[in-house]
């Protein structure tokens, strides 16, 4: 089993920054990949970047340049530092991650992955 606990959410004004933990416990083997996905009120939830054990990242069009992915191994952390925020980007954040088997041997880490566990998310406003 694997538990992912969210937290370091809040509001903030435009332009302002935050930053995301996820604290992970339980097996290592599906953080193969890890994600952080987001979703607003009456929206569709919507992939925002994930990280792949190598460190490699990606990240959604609307975030590049503005969000950073990256995982503390030792600590068993994943972050999202969130700068330049806008109020679109106003929505709850859930962490996520998944193994690579099954269908997940045939897909990138990113958006249309299979995680496996996901958070309990944290709220995210920012106010204009």
């Known amino acids: 089993q694997v538990q992912l606990v969210e937290s370091g959410g809040g509001s903030v004004q435009a332009g302002g920054s935050l930053r995301l933990s996820c604290a992970a416990s339980?097996?290592?083997?599906?953080?193969?990949?890890m994600g952080w996905f987001r979703q607003a009120p009456g929206k569709q939830r919507e992939w925002v970047s994930s990280?792949?054990?190598?460190?490699?990242?990606i990240y959604t069009d609307s975030v590049k340049g503005r969000f950073t992915i990256s995982r503390d191994g030792a600590n068993n952390t994943l972050y999202l530092q969130m700068n330049s925020l806008r109020p679109e980007d106003t929505a709850k954040y859930y962490c996520?991650?998944?193994?690579?088997?099954?269908?997940?041997?045939?897909?990138?880490?990113?958006?249309?992955?299979?995680?496996?566990?996901w958070g309990q998310g944290t709220q995210v406003t920012v106010s204009s």
């Open positions: 990280i792949r054990t190598d460190g490699t990242t």
């Open positions: 339980g097996s290592t083997y599906s953080w193969y990949c």
């Open positions: 996520a991650s998944g193994a690579r088997t099954g269908p997940n041997l045939y897909r990138a880490c990113g958006g249309t992955y299979r995680y496996n566990y």
